[in-house]
Every structure is written in C-alpha cells, then in structure tokens.
C-alpha cells in the first residue's frame, strides 16, 4: 500500500481545499491511503467542531490536527517541532511501501520536508497560491526546484518564486492543475430559487481577498453612471460586510450574500448577467456559458474577459483596467454581442491527477533532505514570538499591552 501525506485548513472553503478533498478521494479509489494533517486558526485549547469541516473527504482528517503547523517550524522552539513531527510520523503506517508529502504553501513545505525525512518520503512542492514573490525560504525551494520537486499553477509561477535569484523562462514546465470534481452541479437551493431578476445581476464569487474592494469599487461606479438602473450584487462565497457599506447609500445597488454553496447550483448561472471571479472560480463560471470578468491576482484590477479579451485567469499581460470600464462594456455597450462564445474545454481531474505523478516521477531519485539547522529559512524575533503568542493565548493583556 501507498500512503499520500498532506496538509490543509480544512475547516475554510478555498480552491486548495476543494483540491485536495477531490484527490484523496480519488486517490483512495486507486488504492492509495490518504492522509491529511490539519490546522486552525483557533487557540491550540479550542476544539474544532467536526460538522464545521464542509468537505466530505476532509472531514475525517480532523482527527489529525496540529495547530502548529499553521506557524512555519522556525517560529516554534525545537521541542515543539519535534514533538508534533512524532506524532505526524505515528499518524503513518509502518507497512506502507511508498510514502509521497504533496505540500502546498512555503511552510508546509518546510513542515513537509522534515517529515519527509523523519519518514523517508519524497516531499513535492505544488504551490497553489498565485503571488510567490512573496514567499519566504527561497533558498530551500531553488534546492527543491533543482531537484524538480515543485510545481506551480501558472506559467509564471517559477519565475515569481525564484525573482532576483533566477531567471526562468515564462512556459507550462512546471506547471500543474489543482483540478476538482463537481463545483457546479444540478442541486436544488432555495437562496438561489429566490433570487429576482434586476436590470443587471452581477455575481461575484469566491473568497473575501485583497482584490474584493477594487470589485465593489467597479460596481459602484457603475451604478453611480446608470442611476435609472437597477444593480443585483450577487455574492457566492464571502466578503466583508464593511466592504458593502460603500453600497448602502445607493438606492439602485441590491445585495444578496448566499455564502459558500458548495456545490453551486448551476441553477443560479441562468440569473447572472456578468460574473467577477479569479482563478478555478472563473473557469468554472465561464463554463457555464456567462461572461466572466477576471480578478487580476497581482493588480487587484481587471484582467479582461475571459476567452474574449483574455485567456488568463490570474495574471493580466496588459495594462489592467479598473472593473468598472469592463462593466460598462459586457452590460451597456455589448461588445459581445457579435461575437462567437468561447468553448471552455472541461478538465479531467483523473488525467490532471495522473500528470502530477508524471511530473514528480521525474525528480531526483537520490534521498538527500535540505539542512534547516545549517540554512535557517527565517528569523522571528523574541519580541514577536511573545507578541503573537499573546495575541494568542491573552487577547485581553495583547490589546492592553499594545494596542492601548
């Protein structure tokens, strides 16, 4: 038997979740055990309610949570490291033949490559997140780099991971999907069944992140040029209440929050003029045949239309655009129109799944681990070790200490 080791906040919603709940589930119909350590952002002594967890594949791996592993290990003092790697390390079976660590962010990947070590494993690289200019520990991902142990969701990924130290050409090399099963789906809703028809329904959909304020910037703008308009804002997943309150004062703006539906109704795409969304959000929305505005992830602007005016859903090659002007151009001017409709080609998460062990077949096949004692990757000072350890423990003292 072959054991998969990885790691997740599995108790938020998030492309990376949606990920890995459909691969452990797929790696399991393929005879691989699974495995996935866990970690909150709640106080070490608060217990997390397992019905909080929306994942059915991750659900089970509650039981597997170390609060540690949401800090780099550098933060920790040695003990503790050691201790929960121990008890990571017992989480494994002994008579497992291969044992693979798929990490995906810079700390888990430092988190994975001592574990790795402690077990004799491989530890993989897949980074999902969109801006790795500003990762830490550069020095160990060019060492796992070197060795083709990471990857990447965009052709760009490697040269932002490795800007300053490299130059790396701009290409699919390193590049893998985080692929899922089924974020749309035929399901009934109520929210959903009780959504009205406005003048114009924009969806914005996915998680409350840096680019959301540019998104309700645009909206009110519009709404501000088309006051004769009626504008739906539609939110599928979360963002901030403090952000909407720019839209209370306009008597033409409607909001509806529908939460995280998981999986979206297609349903819901019937009622949508024009969706907002980056990355797996915007693909999946484009695939239901409704004009989708990217988020750029660097500029927090539009990056265009998807298939229309641009094929990237995360990075713009253009100059970006404030979203108001593309808007104004799908809704008002109908720049569409007269145009032929993309076809968005559905991806197979099997065949995705199966590239990622192609990719990392190809790595080096000799055993050596990067020297953490030797490099250190990070420095946290003692004052900040005790600030955020209060922030912590005693939010009470924190604030009266600092804040006051």
């Given at each position: ?74 933060f ?67 060492f796992?780099?070197q ?44 929210a ?65 929050l ?16 024009l ?34 005016t ?10 970006p ?37 192609d ?26 070790r ?19």
């Open positions: 038997m072959n054991c998969f080791v990885s790691f997740c906040y599995s108790e938020t919603i998030g492309g990376g979740q949606n990920y890995l709940n459909s691969k452990t589930e797929w790696l399991e119909s393929i005879g691989w055990l699974p495995i996935v350590f866990t970690s909150g952002k709640e106080y070490p002594s608060v217990r997390m309610d397992n019905k909080a967890i929306p994942w059915n594949g991750l659900r089970r791996f509650s039981r597997y949570k170390s609060f540690y592993i949401s800090k780099p290990p550098e920790w003092p040695r003990f503790i490291v050691k201790r929960e790697l121990k008890k990571m390390a017992r989480c494994v079976p002994k008579d497992v033949d291969q044992i693979i660590i798929e990490s995906h962010t810079d700390y888990w990947a430092e988190w994975g490559e001592l574990l790795a070590k402690r077990l004799h494993a491989k530890n993989y690289c897949f980074l999902l997140d969109e801006l790795l200019e500003y990762y830490g520990a550069k020095e160990f991902l060019f796992k780099f060795r083709h142990e990471v990857a990447g969701i965009h052709n760009s990924s490697m040269n932002r991971l490795f800007n300053g130290i490299i130059d790396i050409p701009i290409d699919d090399t390193y590049v893998l999907r985080a692929a899922n099963f089924g974020s749309v789906a035929d399901v009934e809703n109520e959903v069944s009780q959504i009205k028809r406005e003048d114009y329904n924009i969806a914005y959909i996915g998680r409350d992140k840096q680019d959301v304020q540019s998104i309700v910037n645009g909206i009110v703008s519009f709404a501000e040029k088309h006051t004769d308009k009626t504008v739906h804002f539609i939110v599928v997943g979360s963002i901030k209440e403090t952000l909407l309150s720019a839209m209370e004062s306009h008597a033409n703006i409607k909001v509806s529908l939460g995280f539906l998981l999986p979206i109704p297609r349903a819901i795409f019937a009622k949508i003029d969706v907002i969304a980056g990355a797996g959000c915007a693909s999946l929305a484009a695939k239901e045949n409704v004009p989708v505005i990217v988020a750029d992830a660097a500029s927090l602007q539009s990056n265009g239309i998807l298939g229309y641009t094929d990237s859903t995360l990075f713009s090659d253009e100059s655009r404030p979203f108001v002007n593309d808007i104004e151009d799908v809704l008002v001017n109908r720049i569409l129109e007269n145009k032929k409709r993309p076809v968005f080609q559905r991806v197979d998460p099997t065949r995705e799944y199966r590239k990622h062990f990719f990392f077949s190809r790595s080096s096949d000799s055993s050596v681990y990067f020297d953490f004692i030797r490099h250190p990757q990070r420095f946290y000072s003692l004052k900040f005790i600030k955020t350890r209060l922030k912590w423990y005693w939010p009470s003292l924190y604030q009266k200490l600092f804040l006051t």
